[in-house]
Nanobody
């Protein structure tokens, strides 16, 4: 049972990206999902979360720019889509899941290994 985050890389300021999080051993169709990030020298912070009720919650720093969604076909895959990327979005991004929950949680059960995102021209 594990999560695998992917899709990171170099993004230009103002650009967009989509990160994927795939589960092996279980599906994510109704799980609570959290996307977090950790920039160098900073604490890990929540970016955007999707509750089991499919309601999105986003941190103020990314509000209006970030959305978590589920793949409509691949039940084991979820995404974080971000637009209008800024240099301060540079970080390692992690996905996390828990069997059930609403909003952004403090106690996700499973964590992915992280994918690095750099926003630079």
């Amino acid at each position: 049972v594990q999560l695998q985050a992917s899709g990171g890389g170099l993004v230009q300021p103002g650009g967009s990206l989509r990160l994927s999080c795939a589960a092996s051993g279980f599906d994510l169709a109704t799980d609570a999902i959290g996307w977090f990030r950790q920039a160098p020298g900073k604490l890990r912070e929540a970016v955007s979360c999707l509750g089991s009720d499919d309601i999105n919650y986003s941190a103020d720093a990314v509000k209006g720019r970030a959305t978590v969604s589920r793949d409509s076909v691949k039940r084991n895959t979820v995404y974080l889509e971000m637009n209008d990327m800024k240099p301060e979005d540079t970080a390692i991004y992690y996905c996390a899941s828990r069997r059930y929950g609403l909003g952004c949680l403090d106690d996700y059960s499973f964590w992915g290994q992280g994918t690095e995102v750099t926003v630079s021209s």
